[in-house]
């Protein structure tokens, strides 16, 4: 098994708590017929707050552009500090992303906060 390193953002938040923040890329006819889907293992989070007021960040795995009530993740309405950052960390392998997978969030303070991420990408299958 090959996974490959890739860097997530920085990305600002926005106030719509339903935006698509990552999504493993998935596979169908086309240019792609017969590739495999491929998948996340999420290893860190980083939100950083570049203002000098606390803001909130909330965090789900679901569908896309669902923050349905079950699929809280991490940070749900949790305060950054001003002109600090809150880090997630995954245990090993990390946090797997299949294909139908979105990690999905926002902030409650328009662009104050950005979220930038780490982990491995590979194909499932």
């Known amino acids: ?64 552009g669902a923050n349905a009530a079950g699929t809280e993740f991490a940070w749900q309405a949790t305060s950054c500090p001003a002109n600090s950052f809150l880090d997630w960390f995954a245990g090993a392998p990390g946090l797997r992303l299949d294909s139908a997978d979105f990690l999905v969030g926002g902030s409650g303070t328009a662009t104050a906060l950005s979220i930038q991420a780490e982990g491995e990408i590979g194909v499932s299958g």
């Open 1 to 64: 098994m090959q996974l490959k390193p890739f860097r997530l953002g920085p990305i600002a938040l926005t106030t719509t708590l339903t935006t698509n923040i990552l999504n493993p890329a998935t596979a169908s006819g086309g240019t792609n017929a017969g590739s495999s889907a491929q998948y996340i293992l999420l290893k860190h989070i980083r939100i950083v707050n570049k203002t000098g007021s606390a803001a909130t960040v909330s965090l789900w795995i679901g569908a896309t």
